[in-house]
């Protein structure tokens, strides 16, 4: 063969280690997905329910494409592929809808790494038990930061008042304007359910307070395991993981795992003042740095002139007191 006779086929090309084929940046639309919400996540795999159908329940994985997108309980998704819903079928999520609330906690003050708890839920039970374990105020007043930062209205559902004759815990946040319920094992579930009613909510709270038992009550077929509360005043994890579960008139409940702590390492003092409408224009007057805690840190708080509102200013400050704090007592460490 003559030298110029040779042309670039005649040329043997090495291909790299990644492979010869040049990598595409146009990703297929998936015009053909349905919307599904994510109930529950396991290790890779995610429960979801097309169309908020509870009888149409599938598996599904993460499309390549979404990387390391975090997918939690509460999502709305978009899935493609294997929608049966039959043993052993896997689908795939392909997009995450952009979320309308968020529940957000850091392990604790000092964890850059915030962790989403749900995705678009209304309403925030913050479950306490009046007794065994006591209550904490702390921990409530933090559930409240996270509920009133993420757009989730604050709940307080107290159970096991059995115990306790006369208890004035939930005074404590009468000016905050906090819905308070109960849920313990004898109490009715009417206030409880009509909260509930067609809507996507989610209950937290601190491990042996009763949320299993409240969720049962609800929800007949949850099945979920409940425990009782050891010798040391600590309650044992009986839920591993968030659940969405359908309640039978309407709507969804999640229950998540017992927390030993809830930090707010993400949350500044002003995200918690935005979070009032009645105080948010306030802050405009305030100096740079101001903390909105008052005399003697914040001698020229703004939030001290609003005549008619010091109660109000209080309640929030001590919501502002436990962001501040470090103390496992205020974070909800058992």
Same mark, same amino acid.
């Given at each position: 063969?003559?030298r ?9 090309v090495? *291909?790299?280690r990644?492979?010869?084929r *040049?990598?595409?940046?146009n990703?297929?639309e998936?015009l053909d ?9 396991d290790r ?6 097309l169309?908020g ?6 598996v599904a994985?993460?499309?390549?494409e979404?990387?390391r997108? *975090?997918i939690v309980v ?6 493609v ?8 079928s896997?689908a795939r999520i ?8 968020v529940?957000?906690r850091t392990?604790?003050?000092t964890d850059?790494?915030?962790r989403?708890?749900v ?5 925030l039970?913050i479950?306490?038990a009046l007794a065994d374990p006591p209550p904490?105020t702390?921990f409530?007043?933090r +559930?409240?930061v +996270?509920a009133?930062v993420g757009?989730?209205r ?10 306790v004759?006369g208890?004035?815990f939930a005074?404590?946040f009468?000016d905050l304007?906090l819905?308070i319920?109960h849920?313990?094992r ?6 409880v ?7 996507l ?5 601190h491990?042996g307070v009763?949320?299993s038992?409240?969720?049962n009550r609800?929800v ?11 010798g040391v ?7 591993t993981?968030s659940?969405?579960f @359908?309640? @039978?008139?309407g709507g969804w409940i999640?229950?998540?795992?017992g927390?030993r ?11 918690v003042?935005m979070?009032f +409408?009645?105080l948010?224009e306030?802050?405009d ?8 805690l008052?005399p ?5 708080? +703004?939030?001290d002139g609003l005549?008619g509102?010091q109660?109000?200013v ?7 007191v ?5 103390d496992?007592w ?5």
């Amino acid at each position: 063969m003559k030298r110029r006779e040779y042309d670039e086929s005649d040329v043997r090309v090495r *291909p790299g280690r990644r492979g010869s084929r *040049p990598r595409t940046k146009n990703r297929p639309e998936h015009l053909d997905a349905q919307s599904a919400m994510v109930t529950a996540v396991d290790r890779g795999r995610w429960g979801c329910v097309l169309d908020g159908d509870p009888d149409r329940r599938i598996v599904a994985m993460r499309a390549r494409e979404l990387g390391r997108t *975090p997918i939690v309980v509460g999502d709305q998704v978009d899935v493609v592929g294997d929608l049966t819903g039959k043993p052993d079928s896997l689908a795939r999520i392909v997009r995450v809808a952009e979320r309308t609330t968020v529940l957000r906690r850091t392990a604790d003050d000092t964890d850059p790494f915030e962790r989403v708890v749900v995705a678009n839920a209304e309403q925030l039970f913050i479950v306490v038990a009046l007794a065994d374990p006591p209550p904490r105020t702390g921990f409530v007043e933090r +559930a409240m930061v +996270a509920a009133y930062v993420g757009g989730l209205r604050p709940v307080l559902c107290l159970t096991k008042d059995d115990l306790v004759a006369g208890s004035d815990f939930a005074a404590e946040f009468a000016d905050l304007d906090l819905t308070i319920v109960h849920g313990g094992r004898d109490d009715p579930l009417e206030p409880v359910r009509e909260l509930l009613h067609d809507s996507l909510s989610c209950l937290i709270g601190h491990s042996g307070v009763g949320k299993s038992t409240l969720v049962n009550r609800l929800v007949p077929d949850a099945l979920r395991a409940t425990g009782e509360v050891s010798g040391v005043g600590k309650g044992r994890h009986t839920s591993t993981q968030s659940v969405a579960f @359908p309640l @039978p008139d309407g709507g969804w409940i999640i229950d998540t795992p017992g927390v030993r702590s809830f930090g707010l390492a993400h949350i500044t003092p002003d995200d918690v003042i935005m979070a009032f +409408a009645d105080l948010a224009e306030a802050i405009d007057d305030c100096p740079r740095g101001c903390t909105h805690l008052g005399p003697p840190a914040d001698p020229e708080c +703004a939030l001290d002139g609003l005549e008619g509102r010091q109660r109000r200013v209080e309640a929030v400050r001590l919501l502002l007191v436990a962001l501040k704090s470090n103390d496992p007592w205020m974070t909800g460490h058992s």
